[in-house]
């Protein structure tokens, strides 16, 4: 484990240092800050407060960001040469796999705390007295829906290790993990409109918004939903870890 911790460090290093890294970051919170000025500006004096709605559009922003987290983790290391140069070390392939991915997520955890300031936002509204224009924010769904964008975020991030461990052009990477993941993300409205129950049904397992959504966003803990995003996660590093076990032989 300590070539492990030592990996993901250097990779949570690498994303403070990068310039990419931050306007990601910066785009999230921009258009996460938005859906919640546009939610507070619906609900204020009309409907309960829903701390969880922002974590749907976050959710849905990740589809698309977190390739560009992901797509430089072993893409630019091939490009540059310097992928050859860490086989070379004692490290084991499964460590460097899994350093990566735990820098990216660790990564990923930070922009996600930072949106705890709309939850802090919403209990400031709530519980000011006597200017209370609206019902107490409901914790328990709050704590469920950062869980579940939490493991969503995971997932999505071990599938674009996956995608950039395939390939040495980043921007292919990004592009193929960004289709992959939205066709993922659509899985579950496509089961929605399929008329085969049976194919519609295997076609809403696969969705990652069917696992969120339906589940975790609603202040819900499914089992099989919590093994889906673990299992994803587990698959796309195990994956990851013998595409570059192939790169050895090469």
Known sequence: MRNVSIIARRELAHYFTSPIAYLVAFAILVLTGWQFNVDLAQRAGR????????????????????????????????????????????????????????GAWLYYSAILALTLVYQAIWLAITTAKPYTISPDLDIGPVITAYLGIWLFGGATLALGLLFSALTENQVIAGFLSMAALFVLWLGDYAGHVIQSRPVAQAIRELSLQAHYATSFLVGVIRFEDVVFFIGLIVVALFISTRVLESRRWR
Do not use: W
């Open 47 to 102: 409907l309960p407060p829903d701390g969880a709605a922002v974590l749907g559009a976050f959710g849905f922003f990740t589809i698309f960001f977190a390739p560009l987290l992901t797509m430089r983790l072993f893409a630019e290391e091939a490009r540059e040469g310097t992928l050859e140069l860490l086989l070379t070390l004692p490290v084991r392939d499964g460590d460097i796999v899994l350093g990566k991915f735990l």
